[in-house]
C-alpha cells in the first residue's frame, strides 16, 4: 500500500513541477518589441558572419599541409612552423590561393600557376594541330617543374607544396613575371621570366636572397622536370618515331634516349636537353654552365594506333643546382616552339641538332645540300612543285650512276654468251669456271661490282632524304594536289577497320609510289637476271631478284602509308624519272655494238691484275690445288 501512495505522490509531484515550469515560461516570455529586436540582432550576426569570411584568404598547399587562412592564432602559426619552418610565411600570404597569371606576347599565351610558381599553360599562338585546335606545350598538368632542397633546421621541402607571390612588368619592349616564394618581405626564392617579342626562347633564372641561412648547403638540391608530349599529328605512331629525348653535354657532343621503348641514362656537363615530340620542342638550356649531373628517363605512352592516346612519351631529368654563397643564381633559358632548322640556329647552342637529320655523312648532306636547296626552291615556289624540282635536279645529278649502271649491264649480256660457254666447259671444274669467268671480265672491263658500287653511290641520297621529308619543318600542314598535309599521310579513303602495320586509312600518294617501283624494279632487274648466271653453292640470285621486284613496292606500299606524303610524293617523282632516264641510255646513248667493239680492243690489250685481283687468283689456285688433293687421298 505504501509503494502505491509513494507512486501517486510522486507522479502528483510531477505534474506540479511541469505545471509551475510552463507558467514560469509564460511569464517570461518576451513582449512583441523584445521579439523584434532579437530579430535584428541575429541578421547583423548574420552580416557580419559574411564580411568575416570574404576577408579570409584560402592557402591551397599539398596533402602534407592542411588548408590555413590568412588570419592565423598563435597555435595555427605554431603549427606552420613546425611543418615548413621559415617557409611557413609564404603560407600566410595572400598569394597563397591558387590561381593563375595570364600573359601573352606575339608567339606566347602562358599562364603562371602561384602553386608552384612555374608553368600550368603554355600556348603556342601561330599553330594548330591536325584537328585545327591550337598546339599546347603545357597543358592540363602534363608538365611538373621543381625544386627539392633541405633547409638549415634539417627539412625536405618542394617548391611545388609552396605558393609563389607573382608580379608582372616592363623591360623595354620584354614582359618579365617574377614568382617569389617569400620567408619574409626581403628572403625569397625566384624564378623569374624574361619574354620578348616574337621570340620562343624565355630566359628564365633561378636566384635566391637572404636564404643562406636558411638552405642546407651541404644537402643536394635538385630541380626535376617532369613533361608528357602532347599529340598534335593524325598518326600518333608516326609521330612518335620522331618524338624522342635529346641532349647535349661535354662540349658539343650529342646523344638521345631510345625512340621505340623505356630508356633512361645519366650525363655529365649537359648543355641543353630536348623534349622533342616531333615538330614542337620543349628545351632547357644551362646559359652559365653546364649542369653536373643529370638523370634522364624516357617512357613511351602509346601503345598502337587504334588507342586514342593523348600523350606520346613521359620525359623526366633531374639535375643537381650548385650554390654560391650559400645563395642560388641560376641563368637558364627556355624554348616552347617548332622543331625547324632555322629557328634553333639563330640560339647559336647548337640546338639544331636536337632534329634527326641522320648520322655521319647523311646528315651532312641533309645540312649541306637538302635543306638549303629545298629553302631555296620553296622560297618561290609551292612546296610540292619544290619538291619535285628538287627531285629532278637530283635525279639529273646522279644520272651518270645510272649510266655506269646499264653500261655494265650491257657489257655482262654482251660477254654472257662467252661466259656460258666458259660454264659449261667446266661445268665439272667449278673453281677453274670462276678463275676462266673472272679472267674474261678482267680483259673486256665488265666486272659485275661495276654495276654495284654506282648503286651503292646512291645509299647516302636515299638515307639522307628519308630523314629529311619527315623532319622538314616546312612541310607541316602545306597542302599539294590531294594531300592536304605534305608532312602527313595523304588519306584519300578512310577504312571503318584498322588493318595491323597498315592503318585504318588508304594513302594514294604510297600508292603511286609502289607503282612506279614495280615497273622500275621489272625493267632494271629483268635485265640483270638475265646476266647473272646460278652458281653451286650459291643463293639463286635470279630467285632473289624476282621475289624482290614484287615484295620491294608491298613494302613501299604497306611502311609509307602512315608516313608523310611528301616523302612519298618523292619516291613517285624519283622512280618516274629514273624509268625515263633508263629508257633514254638504253635506247640514245648506249650502242650495244659500240660497246662489244670496245670490249673486243681491251681484250687484246694486256691487263695488268691489281693487288686484289691478284689474292683472289691466288686464293683460288690454292683452294684448286686443296681440293686436287683431297681428290687423290680419297682415290688412294
Request: charged residues 25%; glycine residues 4%; contains cysteine.
Amino acid at each position: 500500500m505504501e509503494e502505491k501512495k509513494f507512486d501517486v505522490k510522486s507522479i502528483i509531484g510531477f505534474i506540479l513541477i511541469f505545471g509551475i515550469l510552463l507558467y514560469i515560461m509564460y511569464q517570461n516570455q518576451p513582449s512583441p518589441e523584445e521579439l523584434e529586436a532579437q530579430k535584428l540582432a541575429e541578421q547583423e550576426q548574420v552580416e557580419a558572419e559574411k564580411i568575416s569570411k570574404q576577408n579570409e584568404t584560402v592557402v591551397t598547399s599539398s596533402s602534407d599541409y592542411t588548408s590555413n587562412t590568412q588570419v592565423l592564432d598563435s597555435t595555427q602559426k605554431a603549427a606552420l612552423q613546425n611543418k615548413v619552418g621559415s617557409f611557413a610565411y609564404a603560407l600566410t600570404l595572400p598569394s597563397a590561393a591558387d590561381k593563375l597569371t595570364t600573359v601573352e606576347t606575339d608567339v606566347f599565351e602562358l599562364k603562371f600557376n602561384t602553386k608552384g610558381g612555374h608553368l600550368a599553360e603554355v600556348k603556342l599562338r601561330n599553330f594548330v594541330d591536325y584537328d585545327s585546335v591550337p598546339v599546347y606545350m603545357v597543358k592540363d598538368n602534363n608538365s611538373a617543374f621543381n625544386i627539392q632542397f633541405g633547409t638549415s633546421d634539417n627539412r625536405t621541402l618542394n617548391t611545388q607544396d609552396f605558393p609563389f607571390e607573382p608580379s608582372v612588368s616592363k623591360s623595354g619592349e620584354n614582359t618579365v613575371v617574377s614568382m617569389k616564394l617569400k620567408v619574409s618581405e626581403t628572403a625569397f626564392l625566384e624564378y623569374r621570366y624574361e619574354l620578348k617579342p616574337k621570340d620562343y626562347m624565355i630566359d628564365f633564372s633561378i636566384k635566391s636572397q637572404g636564404l643562406s641561412g636558411v638552405f642546407n648547403t651541404s644537402q643536394p638540391i635538385e630541380l626535376d622536370w617532369k613533361q608528357k608530349s602532347i599529340r598534335h599529328s593524325k598518326s600518333i605512331s608516326y609521330e612518335n618515331r620522331y618524338t624522342r629525348l635529346t641532349y647535349m653535354y661535354d662540349d658539343g657532343k650529342v646523344d638521345k634516349l631510345s625512340q621505340a621503348s623505356d630508356d633512361d641514362e645519366s650525363a655529365d656537363d649537359v648543355e641543353w636537353l630536348s623534349y622533342r615530340q616531333h615538330f614542337f620542342s620543349s628545351i632547357l638550356v644551362a646559359n652559365d654552365s653546364p649542369f653536373k649531373k643529370v638523370a634522364l628517363t624516357s617512357s613511351d605512352l602509346v601503345e598502337d594506333e587504334e588507342i586514342d592516346t593523348l600523350y606520346t612519351k613521359l620525359y623526366t631529368s633531374k639535375m643537381p643546382l650548385a650554390f654560391n654563397g650559400g645563395e642560388l643564381n641560376q641563368n637558364l633559358g627556355l624554348y616552347y616552339g617548332p622543331t625547324d632548322n632555322a629557328t634553333l640556329k639563330q640560339y647559336d647552342k647548337g640546338l639544331e641538332e636536337s632534329i634527326p637529320f641522320g648520322w655521319g655523312i647523311f646528315g651532312w648532306i641533309n645540312k649541306v645540300l637538302f635543306i638549303p636547296l629545298f629553302g631555296f626552291l620553296s622560297g618561290f615556289l609551292p612546296y610540292g612543285i619544290a619538291i619535285i624540282v628538287m627531285t629532278i635536279l637530283v635525279k639529273i645529278v646522279l644520272s651518270f650512276v645510272q649510266y655506269k649502271q646499264f653500261l655494265s649491264q650491257a657489257k655482262m649480256k654482251i660477254l654472257k654468251p662467252e661466259l656460258d660457254a666458259v660454264r659449261e666447259k667446266y661445268k665439272d671444274n667449278k673453281l677453274k669456271a670462276q678463275q676462266e669467268t673472272m679472267a674474261i671480265q678482267s680483259r673486256a672491263g665488265a666486272s659485275p661490282l661495276s654495276g654495284c658500287l654506282p648503286g651503292l653511290m646512291q645509299i647516302p641520297v636515299f638515307y639522307a632524304l628519308f630523314m629529311f621529308f619527315p623532319t622538314a619543318f616546312e612541310l607541316r600542314q602545306k597542302g599539294f594536289l590531294w594531300a592536304d598535309d605534305l608532312s602527313s599521310y595523304d588519306s584519300v579513303l578512310d577504312l571503318p577497320f584498322h588493318i595491323p602495320l597498315y592503318g585504318d586509312h588508304v594513302a594514294l600518294f604510297p600508292i603511286l609510289a609502289a607503282i612506279a617501283i614495280f615497273f622500275y624494279m621489272k625493267m632494271t632487274t629483268g635485265q640483270q637476271m638475265a646476266t647473272q648466271p646460278t652458281q653451286e653453292g650459291m643463293p639463286d640470285m635470279q630467285k632473289m631478284m624476282k621475289y624482290m621486284i614484287y615484295f620491294s613496292p608491298l613494302l613501299m606500299l604497306i611502311f609509307f602509308n602512315n608516313y608523310a606524303s611528301g616523302l612519298s610524293l618523292y619516291y613517285f617523282i624519283s622512280n618516274l624519272i629514273s624509268i625515263g632516264i633508263m629508257l633514254v641510255i638504253k635506247n640514245y646513248i648506249i650502242d650495244e655494238d659500240k660497246v662489244l667493239a670496245k670490249i673486243e680492243v681491251s681484250k687484246t690489250k694486256p691487263k695488268k691484275q691489281n693487288k686484289f685481283q691478284k689474292k683472289m687468283a691466288e686464293m683460288m689456285e690454292q683452294a684448286e690445288a686443296q681440293k686436287q688433293a683431297q681428290q687423290k687421298g680419297k682415290k688412294k
